[in-house]
């Protein structure tokens, strides 16, 4: 495998000055190709947003197709509800997101005529961590995620004594994504139980590094977001194992992993990730050949930003359904559904539109 390359700090500009420096190094073949000169301002641009998650996949395939394609992409991060905004717009061609669609982007698109196709490229877990220097926090139930994230627990829950007995009578400081986030629509929904629903007393931000930085310098912070952003920082974070209560997925507290992640027993915060592509942009040759292109690399560059392959079965549904335009959602629009296999509900689906 080649060695993981570091995106996270990487400024949102990247894949535009990728794509002007592949001009000026190689102008002349991509002017041949093209019957004119390859300046930046000449290609084809293809317009992405979206989840801060589902960002380095992102990047990490645009910048692989620049190097063999006559076109211009650009990665934004909005966050999966920003980048639905966009793209139920009509302003992106396709966006990232780190849970489905919800029913009111399903409206937002209808509303704007934008029909899409929902295709899985990779698994994550939501990493649970605090500082190095944290002995005690090191497992901890879902019940006690719950009685530490619930709206109840705004200005009661504010030591971690209040989460188990036994824990030090210091102040709890929590991190977690902002309100955009598809992350913290999923946490919630698969820990608190609703989507959106959380104390508001916490340290938010759309930024996954601001996040990092804020557990890896205080030893009474907990903070959550994707697993790739956990082994980026692997020596300045603590992993949280997580006991869901059902042995049947794996007995007692477990770790992220990309074997716990890929073999379902990191339970509730294992979850696929996805890009929605445009049905209309894919009439442009340049979209059509990036998507297929995302989904035929998809396993590789993953696996090389810290994420976890789908099953080689699953790229070539997703494929498929891409080939044969199948558009709405493996969750018939409703948002995230925990533990459900998208291997089987591109098996059913991949027939016809939901």
């Not at 696929?272 to 894919?282: E, L, N, V, W």
């Not at 291997?343 to 689906?349: E, G, H």
Request: with cysteine; proline share 5%.
């Amino acid at each position: 495998m080649a060695p993981a390359r570091d995106r996270r700090n990487v400024g949102l500009v990247t894949a535009v000055l990728l794509a002007a420096a592949g001009a000026a190094c190689s102008g002349s073949a991509d002017g041949d190709r093209a019957g004119r000169t390859a300046e930046p301002d000449q290609r084809a641009i293809v317009a992405l947003d979206g989840s801060s998650t589902v960002y380095p996949i992102t990047e990490a395939v645009a910048e692989e197709f620049q190097r063999e394609h006559f076109a211009r992409i650009t990665v934004g991060v909005s966050g999966t509800g920003g980048g639905f905004q966009k793209f139920c717009n009509a302003e992106t061609v396709a966006t990232g997101a780190s849970r489905p669609i919800k029913p009111s982007e399903v409206t937002l698109c209808a509303e704007h005529g934008v029909e899409y196709v929902e295709l899985p490229v990779a698994y994550d877990g939501i990493a649970v961590v605090i500082h190095p220097d944290n002995h005690w926090a090191t497992s901890m139930t879902v019940a006690e995620l719950r009685a530490l994230w619930s709206p109840d627990a705004q200005e009661k829950v504010t030591r971690w004594s209040r989460v188990r007995t036994g824990w030090p009578d210091n102040e709890v400081h929590l991190f977690g994504p902002g309100v955009d986030s598809g992350t913290y629509d999923y946490f919630t929904k698969a820990v608190v139980g609703q989507e959106h629903s959380s104390r508001g007393d916490f340290t938010s931000s759309e930024d996954d590094n601001v996040l990092v930085q804020g557990v890896a310098t205080d030893k009474l912070a907990l903070g959550f977001f994707g697993y790739a952003y956990y082994a980026e920082n692997r020596e300045r974070l603590k992993l949280v194992a997580i006991d869901d209560g059902d042995d049947g997925n794996g007995a007692g507290p477990i770790q992220p992993s990309p074997t716990t992640v890929a073999d379902g027993t990191y339970q509730p915060l294992s979850r696929p990730i996805f890009i929605y592509a445009s049905k209309q942009a894919a009439e442009r040759p340049e979209v059509d050949s990036f998507v297929s292109f995302y989904l035929r690399n998809a396993a590789t560059l993953a696996d090389e930003v810290g994420y976890i392959a789908l099953p080689e079965r699953v790229y070539g549904l997703a494929q498929q359904r891409w080939e044969q335009r199948v558009t709405g959602s493996l969750f018939a629009g409703q948002g995230a559904r925990i533990g459900v296999s998208v291997a089987d509900l591109l098996a059913s689906t991949n027939s016809g539109a939901d």
